[in-house]
């Protein structure tokens, strides 16, 4: 069916004014007059009343406006979804990497607890009960053979300590193979010699007097005594291993203070894998026999081992003591059931 819509005025025009103090029956009148035709999304529906205040204020009657649905359609859907569709792209935009992403936690300065590792460093080696004392412990390659010959390592140091001087170099077996042998084994043979805590304490003089340490090498005056790392082979031809004690040790003979390159690799299970202080020890428990000091026992339970203690092997009296029965060590140790703590020092506290 055709609908045709009547002309409307002009709504600015002069004869469109209404005069002052009109009734409002004759407002009434008016709602019937001229009123475009418009399509309704339910063409049954009663028109909406008019609110009293709403006519008296306005100069055109109010018509009903269409509903939202019926203006918009399907769009009043796409506006959201477009809105959040932006969000979730600018939030991806500028979201950091997974490397260093933010928490909400964290923004808010709360930090989160870190996760326990998977694996931590064990404070020391345990070893078994079947594994005695003396027994060198299971760990990394050793250098087994040598050459027989030795290179001095480069390096010197200042006079340390007062009185009688003693000069010394730091060698290395040729055919012993050390990452980095002035680092590993050089720095630290003069580190822990001049350490207050060693034979350079005052406390420490002998029937002669205090004595004093320096470190030469190969250009410098010629060593009282020598310090060298060697194979296990060559040091257990040196220290009377096949006539003596079998167990891989260090030793000193004369001018030569061998250290087995066996033991510095791998310790002493009395030392539970602390390779550092077992290092110092041998270093200044071999250098201590340079300066007449002989093998002791433990003298307190649970002391701190003296460094002239046999700690290569023990920390206990009584296995020193069965040790004893097999290759005499020079001084007898009695089998009083003291152990003692692994000491590196000759004189702990300076």
Not at 213 to 221: K, P, S
């Amino acid at each position: 069916m055709c609908v045709t819509r009547p002309p409307q005025r002009p709504r600015n025009s002069a004869n469109d004014r209404r005069p002052a103090g009109r009734t409002k029956a004759r407002v009434g009148a008016e709602e019937h007059r001229g009123e475009p035709l418009a399509a309704s999304w339910n063409p049954t529906a009663e028109p909406e009343d008019v609110d009293e205040a709403d006519d008296l204020e306005d100069d055109e009657p109010r018509r009903k406006r269409p509903g939202v649905m019926s203006r918009y359609g399907w769009r009043i859907y796409a506006v959201p979804l477009l809105v959040v569709i932006s969000a979730l792209a600018v939030f991806q935009t500028v979201r950091p990497t997974d490397g260093g992403a933010i928490t909400e936690q964290q923004a808010a300065g709360e930090s989160e607890a870190p996760e326990e590792p998977v694996v931590t460093e064990a404070p020391g080696q345990q070893f078994g009960p079947e594994l005695f004392s003396a027994d060198l412990p299971p760990g990394g390659e050793i250098p087994e053979t040598g050459a027989r010959t030795f290179r001095v390592l480069p390096g010197t140091s200042e006079v340390i300590g007062t009185g009688r001087l003693y000069r010394y170099t730091v060698e290395i077996e040729v055919g012993v193979e050390i990452a980095d042998p002035n680092a590993e084994f050089g720095n630290l043979v003069q580190s822990t010699l001049s350490d207050p805590r060693s034979w350079t304490n005052p406390q420490g003089a002998t029937s002669t007097g205090p004595i004093s340490l320096q470190r030469v090498d190969a250009g410098g005056e010629s060593p009282d005594f020598r310090v060298i790392l060697v194979s296990q082979q060559t040091a257990r031809e040196a220290c009377d291993y096949s006539n003596g004690v079998p167990y891989d040790s260090s030793c000193r003979k004369g001018e030569m203070v061998y250290l087995n390159a066996a033991r510095w690799v791998r310790g002493a299970v009395s030392f539970e894998g602390d390779m550092g202080s077992y290092r110092r020890y041998a270093i200044n428990h071999e250098v201590g026999h340079v300066f007449g000091n002989k093998h002791v026992g433990c003298p307190t339970q649970g002391g701190l081992a003296p460094v002239m203690m046999q700690q290569t092997f023990s920390v206990s009296n009584n296995e020193l003591h069965e040790l004893n029965k097999i290759a005499d060590q020079g001084t007898q140790i009695p089998s009083d059931g003291f152990v003692c703590k692994p000491n590196a020092w000759p004189f702990p506290i300076p």
